[in-house]
């Protein structure tokens, strides 16, 4: 599996970008599927995650109310909303896809994830 992140840039505070991670392969539609960010001087963290029907998702605190995940199986692309931003939000953003069962608190775990995307950079400025 080859994923592909793109969407990232600048942008003020409050305002909006939407992250795409396509990956390669025709078992997309079976993964786990998450967002990690690392911002500099930071280690990766998690931001959020989807299972493999796009019926469930779950978020790091920081980021509920203003983020958003989804996917679309038929395009093998997963999608990360992001609103309101913040400059805290600032970091190289990774899409990461997992081919085991999807668990939590498991699906929050960088290493639990099998591959990934070459990230895109986000910047918020102030």
């Known amino acids: 599996v080859q994923l592909q992140a793109s969407g990232g840039g600048l942008v003020q505070a409050g305002g909006s970008l939407r992250l795409s991670c396509a990956a390669s392969g025709r078992a997309f539609s079976r993964y786990g599927m998450g967002w990690f960010r690392q911002a500099p001087g930071k280690e990766r963290a998690f931001v959020g995650t989807i299972n493999w029907s796009g019926g469930n998702t779950y978020y790091v605190d920081s980021v509920k109310g203003r983020f958003t995940i989804s996917r679309d199986n038929a395009k093998n692309t997963m999608y990360l909303q992001m609103n309101s931003l913040k400059p805290e939000d600032t970091a190289v953003y990774y899409c990461?896809?997992?081919?085991?069962?999807?668990?939590?608190?498991?699906?929050?775990?960088?290493?639990?994830?099998?591959?990934w995307g070459q990230g895109t950079q986000v910047t918020v400025s102030s």
């Open positions: 990461a896809a997992d081919t085991a069962a999807w668990v939590l608190p498991r699906a929050t775990r960088a290493h639990t994830y099998d591959y």
